[in-house]
Each structure stands twice: as C-alpha cells, then as structure tokens.
C-alpha cells in the first residue's frame, strides 16, 4: 500500500499565528508557508513586517504590536482569528537578553527581560489557549531555551525567563491536554541569530561555545524549523507539555 505523505503534517490549509518576524521567527513562517499554512505575523517592528513580503516574497498577513503592552496578546490573537477565520496554531518566539553578572542588574534592567520572554508569551498563549480550548484543537509552541535548564553565567534574567516558560507551558498543557489542545517549548542551544551575533563576534567566544557542543558547530534558524512545525502538526497530537532540546548534543555535557 502506497502511503500520501504530501501533506503528512496536515498544515495544509492550518491557521497560524507566528509572533516574531525575524531569525527563528522567519524560519519558521516560510516553512509554515511552505506547508502550505495560511500565517498571521506579529512584531513591533514595522520594517522587519514590511520586509516579509518586499523582501522575502512572502504571503502573510502582518498585525504591528508591542506585547509588553496590556491588553496586547488578546488584540493580536483576535486579528489573526479575524484575519484567518480562526486559529489553529500559536508560535511565540521573540525574546531580548542581556548579559550581565547578577550583582550588576537593577530592578527595572531584570524586569523588562522578563516582561519580553516570559510575560508576552504568556499573554499570546492565554488569548489563543482561550480560543482553541473552546473550539477544541489547537498546538501552542514557545521558544524557550537551553538556559532554562543550564546555568549559564551572565545569563540571570533570561535563564529565569525561560525556566519559568518551561513551567508555564507545562501548566497550561496539563490545563489545556483534555481539550485538544497542546503546549510544548523549544529550547535551542546557541543559534546563529541577531540575538547572538554581537556575543559571538568576542574574541574566543565562538570557539569555546562550540567546543561545548558535541555536533561541532552552533545551530542555525533553519535547524529550529522541522521541531516546530512538527509540534504545530496532527502528528504531534499525543505530545504536550515537552521541551525539546535543539542544541546539538549541548545539554548532554
């Protein structure tokens, strides 16, 4: 018997809501895209929308937003089920980090990357966690990181944020699994982003982190894309409440 397997993943058609316009973020769209998804984008930032389809040629619906705003999550999730006819699957993955010794952040320093990484996340899986509970299917992805495990120095705030998105995902999936509904994080090791770039061009930096890494080399955005669209599929249908390590074999050391 011959098995289809054109649309195996069953995003054919699949409404997505991808927060985060750029490096994982744009990954993630064209591959969506190319499953053949109808894709709501979200971002702050006008330009790196605009570019989604002057630049990269791609057929998203785009929605301008500052998540760290009240009421911001709600807003977005409602225009994309505006824009779509309902939702389907949610990505979260927009994140800020700020590499500094504990002893060095204030107050407000610690609070704003937890407002980006953690509470914004929050705020986008709630609204579309409300909404596919209701209809009774729906596959939430966060990006976390490996951080949210190791204990990384200089890495304080982000760590936290992520730990504390691990967590949350896994609540609202215990919350959420009897619905129809999965919540599952990424947690990628070092990736070859604008998130990272600066950090990586120190001297040194980048052969020490890859001597840390068992496959030999930092990943890519590209890397981040078949997890994801595999954990937005039917395919993934019994897996909820998992945080996939994309790291190369980082955490093993």
């Known amino acids: 018997m011959t098995v289809d397997t054109s649309n195996w993943l069953g995003l054919e058609g699949a409404r997505v809501l991808v927060v985060?316009?750029?490096g994982i973020g744009l990954e993630c769209i064209r591959g969506y895209v190319a499953a053949g998804a109808e894709v709501v984008v979200a971002d702050r930032d006008a330009a790196a929308l605009a570019a989604l389809g002057a630049q990269h040629s791609l057929p998203v619906h785009t929605v301008q937003a500052?998540?760290?705003?009240?009421?911001?999550?709600?807003?977005?999730?409602?225009?994309?089920?505006?824009?779509?006819?309902g939702l389907d699957v949610a990505l979260h993955c927009i994140g800020i980090n700020d590499r500094r010794p504990v002893l060095d952040f204030t107050e407000d320093e610690w609070q704003r990357v937890l407002?980006?990484?953690?509470?914004?996340?929050?705020?986008?899986?709630?609204?579309?966690?409300?909404?596919?509970?209701?209809e009774g299917y729906g596959r939430i992805v966060m990006l976390s990181s490996v951080s949210g495990l190791l204990a990384h120095k200089l890495h304080a705030p982000y760590a936290a944020s992520k730990g504390g998105l691990n967590q949350m995902a896994r609540v609202m999936a215990a919350e959420w699994a009897s619905s129809g509904v999965t919540v599952n994080t990424l947690a990628p090791g070092y990736i070859e982003t604008g998130l990272t770039s600066a950090y990586l061009d120190k001297p040194g930096v980048r052969a020490n982190l890859e001597a840390l890494v068992p496959a030999g080399r930092l990943g890519l955005p590209t890397d981040i894309v078949g997890p994801a669209l595999f954990l937005s599929s039917k395919q993934a249908a019994f897996v909820t409440g998992h945080v996939l390590y994309i790291d190369g074999g980082r955490t093993l050391v």
């Not at 500052?66 to 009421?71: I, M, N, R």
């Not at 709600?74 to 824009?83: G, K």
């Not at 407002?115 to 909404?131: E, I, M, P, Y």
């Open 20 to 22: 985060g316009a750029g």
């Open 66 to 85: 500052d998540l760290t705003e009240a009421g911001s999550g709600a807003a977005v999730v409602a225009a994309a089920i505006e824009a779509l006819g």
């Open 115 to 134: 407002d980006v990484n953690l509470s914004t996340a929050f705020k986008v899986a709630q609204a579309a966690g409300r909404h596919m509970v209701a």
